[in-house]
């Protein structure tokens, strides 16, 4: 027959094995979706930029179309 207080020691201990496990996992998982995250936020810096850009050329499209028809202007 095994003592009650050796049952109850087998018995955290399992308990303790598992949150431990459980912990783990949980830790393997949110590392995973922080290097998700951090690419999806390098990528969205990236889009943010290259569309930073294109504005600034469309800008600079506008102010010579515009540049362009006052000439016309002028000279017509």
Do not use: F, Y
Request: one cysteine or more.
């Amino acid at each position: 027959m095994v003592p009650i207080l050796s049952k109850s020691s087998n018995l955290n201990n399992k308990i303790l094995r598992d949150l431990s496990a459980h912990e783990k996992h949980q830790t393997q998982n949110l590392q995973r979706e922080i290097e998700e995250m951090t690419k999806q936020c390098n990528d969205l810096q990236k889009s943010s930029e290259e569309l930073a850009s294109q504005v600034n050329d469309l800008h600079e499209q506008v102010d010579a179309a515009l540049g362009a028809e006052e000439l016309v202007e002028l000279l017509g």
